[in-house]
């Protein structure tokens, strides 16, 4: 089964930002709860310092993931953005 591993790391300006606009969370949280309802986004974590996150796709390619990414409320505060093609093993 294949997934898509999407990395982030925030740029510290931005996280900055984020926490003086609540926002944004409130709005980057809107598209994580549509996205798991449509059954495309299968995990998401967020670092205990909340500076990167880690999101695992199914059922979509790499294109796709890519412009869902980049809607983002977050998007312009993003510093680095890793995508892995994984297989699921179990």
């Known amino acids: ?3 898509i591993l999407v990395f982030i790391t925030l740029s510290d300006n931005g996280i900055e ?4 606009n609540p926002e944004l969370p ?21 670092s205990v310092s909340k500076k990167s996150a880690v999101l695992i ?3 979509i ?3 796709k993931c890519k412009e869902l990414i980049g ?4 998007f312009p505060y993003m510093s680095k953005i890793e995508y892995h093609d994984l297989n699921k093993q179990f």
């Open 17 to 20: 930002t984020i926490k003086s």
């Open 26 to 46: 409130k709005k980057e949280t809107e598209f994580v709860n549509l996205w798991k309802g449509e059954n495309i986004l299968e995990n998401f974590y967020i």
């Open 61 to 63: 390619d790499e294109a």
């Open 71 to 74: 809607i983002l409320p977050y």
């Open 57 to 59: 796709f199914k059922d």
């Open 1 to 3: 089964m294949l997934r």
